[in-house]
């Protein structure tokens, strides 16, 4: 799919979609084959365990808040202005340890199937199924410590 023309409105979805996956609400603003950028909001106290894209390079713009990127045992802190760089094929989780809701912007290139799978992540609950139906669209979350 080629990238469309015009303007995504600040309180409009891309595509008239948004969804909660992980208790982070992901609105779409931007999708195309070579590229998908998403408006999120990040509540206090939530994180995206670690995982790999193994075709994607990602990032992350912070608007507010602060959040914290884990490449392995190395951490990095980001605030407002700071873009964090998630490398294909890195392994990545990303926290809110800050006791307060943080927004940015992340993108993708290219999309692969990672609009496919907000839809389907779309209010999961179970984690099991979370990392099963992640695999399916080139996402594979690590095994849990221990």
């Not at 909001?41 to 959040?67: K, R």
């Amino acid at each position: 799919m080629q990238l469309e023309k015009g303007v995504t409105k600040a309180a409009e979805p891309y595509g008239d979609k948004a969804w909660n996956v992980v208790g982070h609400t992901y609105t779409p603003k931007l999708h195309s084959d070579d590229a998908f950028l998403w408006h999120a909001v990040i509540p206090a106290d939530t994180f995206v365990p670690p995982h790999i894209h193994p075709f994607q390079d990602e990032w992350i713009y912070m608007l507010e808040g602060n959040l914290e990127v884990e490449f392995g045992e190395e951490k990095h802190s980001a605030g407002p202005g700071d873009l964090i760089r998630m490398p294909k094929g890195l392994a990545h989780g990303i926290f809110n340890r800050s006791g307060a809701t943080a927004t940015c912007t992340f993108g993708v290139a290219p999309s692969g199937k990672l609009f496919a799978l907000f839809g389907r992540l779309d209010g999961l609950t179970d984690p099991a199924e979370l990392v099963r139906i992640s695999a399916e669209h080139d996402v594979n979350f690590l095994p849990p410590p221990g």
